[in-house]
């Protein structure tokens, strides 16, 4: 489904090469969630996943439109935004 053809009330991203559609309001956290992708390592190569929800603990960063270490419980999912996680 194209960015263009997704309901208003939706928006549609891409998240490591899969396109997501999720409400409009989703932060990028809930739905790399929702689109059961990998998620972040860390440098001991253990999963790491969304803790505080609130932009404390930093667990749930990826790359979001080309911009390393973004907190994506922070930041709403947008139409046609590119989320890579390294898990
Ligand atoms: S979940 Fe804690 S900073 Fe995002």
């Given amino acids: 489904m194209t960015?263009?053809?997704v309901a208003p009330?939706?928006?549609c991203l891409v998240i490591d090469g899969v396109e997501v559609t999720v409400a409009r309001g989703t932060s990028v956290a809930a739905a790399i969630a929702h689109a059961g992708a990998g998620g972040r390592r860390s440098v001991?190569?253990?999963?790491?996943?969304?803790?505080?929800?609130?932009?404390?603990?930093?667990e749930c960063r990826a790359?979001?439109?080309?911009?390393a270490q973004r907190r994506t419980c922070l930041v709403p999912a947008a139409n046609g935004m590119v989320v890579v996680t390294d898990g």
């Fill in 63 to 67: 790359t979001i439109d080309g911009h």
């Fill in 9 to 11: 009330a939706n928006v």
């Fill in 3 to 5: 960015a263009s053809a």
């Fill in 44 to 58: 001991l190569g253990q999963p790491r996943a969304p803790l505080c929800g609130m932009g404390i603990c930093f």
